[in-house]
């Protein structure tokens, strides 16, 4: 593994880490909004539980969707196919994957999409 790829790896493992800690915390507070539901009677209470409980939902899609994107990167670089755009199987520049590691079209490809 070259020395860049696994400085790669090294940010997308941190990421892991961080992410899967936030999602922990989302579960939580998910779980508490969830079993507060019962005892929330009051109709101002209700309508505020509710907005809290979407943002926590939307929070919840979010933070999963960047970690399933970091597991693909991260099995792109075991498999030895990272860097390669999927559509097209060129080489993503690297000032792409330097933003944004667990990009997974090139340039051309994302500005078509
Ligand atoms: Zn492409």
Same mark, same amino acid.
């Given at each position: 593994?070259?020395?860049?790829?696994?400085?790669?790896?090294?940010?997308? /493992?941190?990421?892991? +880490?961080?992410? +899967?800690?936030?999602?922990?915390?989302?579960?939580? !507070?998910? @779980?508490? /909004?969830?079993? *507060?539901?019962?005892?929330?009677?009051?109709?101002?209470?209700?309508?505020?539980?509710?907005?809290? &409980?979407?943002?926590?939902? *939307?929070?919840?899609?979010?933070? &999963?969707?960047?970690? +399933?994107?970091?597991?693909?990167?991260?099995?792109?670089?075991?498999?030895?196919?990272?860097?390669? %755009?999927? !559509? %097209?199987?060129?080489?993503?520049?690297?000032?792409? /994957?330097?933003?944004?590691? @667990?990009?997974? @079209? %090139?340039?051309? %490809? *994302?500005?078509? *999409?």
């Amino acid at each position: 593994m070259s020395d860049n790829l696994s400085e790669i790896k090294k940010k997308l /493992l941190k990421e892991k +880490e961080e992410i +899967e800690l936030v999602l922990k915390e989302l579960q939580t !507070k998910n @779980t508490v /909004l969830n079993e *507060s539901e019962e005892i929330t009677s009051e109709v101002s209470d209700a309508a505020e539980h509710y907005e809290e &409980k979407d943002l926590a939902f *939307s929070q919840t899609e979010f933070v &999963k969707k960047r970690l +399933e994107q970091i597991d693909n990167a991260l099995d792109r670089i075991e498999k030895g196919i990272y860097g390669v %755009c999927l !559509k %097209c199987q060129k080489q993503i520049e690297p000032a792409r /994957l330097q933003i944004d590691p @667990t990009i997974e @079209t %090139c340039r051309f %490809c *994302s500005s078509k *999409s």
